[in-house]
C-alpha cells in the first residue's frame, strides 16, 4: 500500500513507474470517479516526455501521444459497459507504446494476461492509497521496486 498525499508524490509515483516500465507495458488504472486516474496518466505522459496536454479520451475512448522515446496510448473505457464491439484493442496492446487504461473493467476479456493494476482510492480531498497489483514476471519486479521504494507501512 503507497500513501500519496499531495500532487508531488503523485509525480514522484509515475516518475519511478515510468523508469520501470519498457514498450509494450500495459498499465490498468481503477478507481472511482475523481480518484486520480486522468492525473495519474497526466504524470506518466509527462514522465514519458510527452509535450501535448493529456485530456480524458472518454469521447474518443483512445488518444495517443509521442514520448521522447516511448508512444503513450491512453484508453477511458468508461463509455464501452455494456457495449460488444471490437475498437481493435489488441493492435495497441501489441504496439511498442506504454498503454495506461482506465476503466479497464468494461473491457476485461479483450486485456491481455500480461499487465500492472493500479487501484486508487480516494482518503481524502488531497490523498489517495494506492494498491498495485501484477500479473507476470515484468511487473512483478516493477510492482516490487515500487512498493520497496514509496510504501507506507
Known sequence: MIT????????????????????GDI??????????KTTLTQF????LGVKRT?????FNIIKSYK?????LHHMDCY?????????GFEEYFED???TVIEWSQFIKDLLPPQHLIINIKVKN????VLTIESHGDHYDMMKEVLVNELSTH
Do not use: C, W, Y
Request: proline share 2%; net charge negative.
Open 4 to 23: 500519496i498525499h499531495n500532487l508531488d508524490e503523485m509525480k514522484q509515483f509515475a516518475e519511478l513507474l515510468v523508469k520501470n516500465v519498457k514498450a
Open 27 to 36: 498499465i490498468l488504472l481503477n478507481g472511482d470517479l475523481g480518484a486520480g
Open 44 to 47: 506518466i505522459g509527462k514522465a
Open 54 to 58: 493529456i485530456n480524458s479520451p472518454t
Open 67 to 71: 514520448g521522447d522515446e516511448l508512444k
Open 79 to 87: 463509455r464501452l459497459e455494456d457495449q460488444e464491439e471490437d475498437l
Open 96 to 98: 511498442q507504446a506504454i
Open 125 to 128: 480531498e488531497n490523498e489517495r
